[in-house]
């Protein structure tokens, strides 16, 4: 039986992207299904016997009717093909209000041969081309819906994510009794679990998160555990393989390194788990590339625009989202053609420019330079700049060390 696992495809992600001339959607959207396709395009190709989707659609919890179609279009090309696709619910999957319909409810909605949706935990027993399949899904769930105001009302945020984690446990220590051992059997979860390296899904966090621990979630019950939600693809234990598949396309700067893809997994046949072999690889695809230029300039380059352009053309910046950062004295920044170097990053797919200014430190009080001084300190060499009595300056010392550190009233401060 052979599975393609992958999440966090989160179509609708515009960052550093421009209109299309030709449909006048934006470039990266674009992006975000070319990735896509070339997953389809491999499941088609390979014959796989099920596509296994760990959440996270859209980047908005209300994406746009473009978005949805062509997410849709993708969908149908496997489904209609005899592929059976499985899509968990994710956390960017979820309406805003409880009881709204999720982004990916149509599915189930239209009744659509081959497509299933989990928006809540349960066992499901899909037919392959090579057998059947147990796959228990744990999707994203609201606190809300697994604790009541009664259960959290005493509690801190570490105690509610204790409360959370046994609950979660509870789940998937449920789903393995009710397994058949004759069948292979996959856990799909939209979860963070703790360990895991992450990735620009911090930037992406809606609300406080709670964690699971490793041993939570990597049950010896199951074949393979398949996660989502994390974008670093990574692998957090071999028995049994709990994998993050990772997002299928690079979201910002901080994945600039990070390869993109799915996992395929291959499970052999058994009649009970101890006999079936499970394999598992990483299958890398094309995507935007990422590229940071970080450059520092000195005060003695007599020609700091052709440095720049040189630094610039010694990468290859074709097609790339391009970020040049740049650190220079003020001194020669005048001296730096904006134009020309913009100029030098034409071939880049987008890019920006950041400068960091070097200024010389200003003295204004005596022998010690602002930014390298305390407060208190400063008010004492204010004062004694001043030439303000000793007395007095004791005074309002005392007044301003109160102040700073947040002690004084309002009306204690006359002097």
Avoid at 99 to 124: C, H, K, Q, W
Avoid at 200 to 220: D, F, I, P, R
Wanted: charged residues 25%; glycine residues 6%; negative net charge.
């Amino acid at each position: 039986m052979k599975i393609v696992h992958f999440a966090d495809l989160h179509l609708g992600v515009e960052t550093y992207g421009r209109p299309d001339p030709a449909t006048g959607l934006s470039s990266r959207l674009h992006d975000f299904l070319s990735a896509f396709d070339q997953l389809v395009d491999y499941a088609l190709y390979n014959k796989v016997d099920l596509v296994l989707f760990c959440g996270d659609t859209y980047k908005s919890r209300e994406p746009s009717q473009t978005q949805q179609r062509e997410f849709a279009r993708r969908v149908n090309r496997l489904a209609a093909s005899g592929i059976p696709v499985f899509l968990l619910i994710g956390n960017h999957d979820l309406p805003n209000a409880v009881g709204r319909a999720t982004s990916t409810e149509i599915f189930d909605t239209l009744a659509v041969p081959n497509v299933y949706v989990a928006s809540r935990p349960d066992i499901y027993r899909i037919p392959t081309p090579s057998g059947e399949i147990q796959i228990a899904a744990l999707p994203w769930l609201r606190r809300s819906s697994l604790l009541s105001r009664e259960d959290t009302r005493e509690l801190n945020f570490e105690g509610i994510n204790e409360k959370l984690q046994q609950i979660l446990t509870g789940i998937i220590t449920d789903f393995t009794t009710q397994l058949d051992p004759a069948l292979p059997a996959i856990l799909a979860a939209h979860v963070w679990v703790a360990g895991a390296t992450a990735g620009s899904e911090k930037s992406m966090t809606l609300g406080q998160e709670h964690t699971l621990l490793l041993s939570n979630v990597a049950n010896t019950a199951f074949d393979y555990v398949a996660l989502g939600h994390i974008h670093k693809h990574q692998v957090l234990s071999d028995s049994p393989p709990t994998v993050y598949a990772g997002s299928l396309e690079r979201l910002d700067f901080g994945e600039e390194t990070d390869d993109k893809g799915f996992y395929i997994v291959d499970i052999q046949p058994g009649k009970a788990k101890d006999k079936r072999m499970v394999s598992f690889q990483f299958q890398p695809i094309e995507g935007r590339r990422f590229l940071t230029i970080s450059l520092t300039l000195e005060t003695g380059d007599t020609d700091p625009t052709a440095t720049v352009v040189r630094a610039i053309d010694g990468q290859d910046t074709a097609d790339a989202i391009v970020r040049l950062q740049l650190t220079l004295p003020a001194e020669i920044e005048g001296q730096l053609s904006d134009a020309e170097v913009r100029d030098a990053l034409k071939e880049a797919h987008y890019f920006t420019i950041a400068k960091d200014i070097r200024r010389e430190t200003r003295l204004r009080l005596g022998k010690w330079a602002a930014e390298e001084i305390s407060p208190v300190e400063a008010l004492k060499a204010y004062l004694e700049q001043k030439k303000i009595s000793p007395t007095r300056s004791k005074t309002l010392l005392e007044y301003g060390e109160r102040l700073i550190s947040g002690e004084t009233e309002q009306e204690d401060l006359v002097v």
